[in-house]
T-cell receptor
Framework: DAGVTQSPTHLIKTRGQQVTLRCSPK?????VSWYQQALGQGPQFIFQ???????QRGNFPDRFSGHQYPNYSSELNVNALLLGDSALYLC?????????????FGPGTRLLVL | GEDVEQSLFLSVREGDSSVINCTYT??????LYWYKQEPGAGLQLLTY?????DMKQDQRLTVLLNKKDKHLSLRIADTQTGDSAIYFC?????????FGPGTRLSVLP
């Protein structure tokens, strides 16, 4: 049973560019959440997707957008990259129904913006 | 908004017990979680506790919850060098999790 997978593992971009990160949830999970983890900090919630729609959003600008496909996989897009967007981007999957929802995390994509 | 706080560093000797503490603000949190992050890796779920419980034990891990004081702790018995990592406390806020800054545990031989 594959866990949460993310691609790519590492990425280097320059300021102003755009980036797309990908996530495949754990088998049986239908909800995908994205987090940004800056160096030395805890993960910060970006947004969550369920049934192909953004359901909840954290305090991130519109430059951060996403998508969820019918197979539950998800993408995170960041436009007009800033140096401060350099971070580890974590995807977490869960099953929405039930109060015992637990999130399982992927290994992350490390983004460096130069 | 919700806030989760943790001490940033903890050093223990191999074989000793480690206690990592956390305070949270959202009294409506139904579940509280502990995650472990090793260098260069994602977050690994260690354990979680339901808010109507005071204690949960899972092998070397013991979670204590003081709901009145909004204080959560993780005790690791017989700490090993492989336990060296960053430990994150998290509470649920609706459909997303709010994480603390993480406690870096160093295990000395």
């Amino acid at each position: 049973d594959a866990g949460v997978t993310q691609s790519p593992t590492h990425l280097i971009k320059t300021r102003g560019q755009q980036v797309t990160l990908r996530c495949s949830p754990k088998s049986g999970h239908d909800t995908v959440s994205w987090y940004q983890q800056a160096l030395g900090q805890g993960p910060q919630f970006i947004f969550q997707y369920y049934e192909e729609e953004e359901r909840q959003r954290g305090n991130f600008p519109d430059r951060f957008s996403g998508h969820q496909y019918p197979n539950y996989s998800s993408e995170l897009n960041v436009n007009a990259l800033l140096l401060g967007d350099s971070a580890l981007y974590l995807c977490a999957s869960s099953l929405r129904t039930g109060s015992r929802e637990t999130q399982y995390f992927g290994p992350g994509t490390r983004l460096l913006v130069l | 908004g919700e806030d989760v706080e943790q001490s940033l560093f903890l050093s223990v000797r191999e074989g000793d017990s480690s206690v990592i503490n956390c305070t949270y603000t959202d009294s409506s949190s139904t579940y509280l979680y502990w995650y472990k992050q090793e260098p260069g890796a994602g977050l690994q779920l260690l354990t979680y506790i339901f808010s109507n419980m005071d204690m949960k034990q899972d092998q070397r891990l013991t979670v204590l919850l003081n709901k009145k004081d909004k204080h959560l702790s993780l005790r690791i018995a017989d700490t090993q060098t492989g336990d060296s990592a960053i430990y994150f406390c998290a509470e649920r806020d609706g459909q997303n999790f709010v994480f603390g800054p993480g406690t870096r545990l160093s295990v000395l031989p």
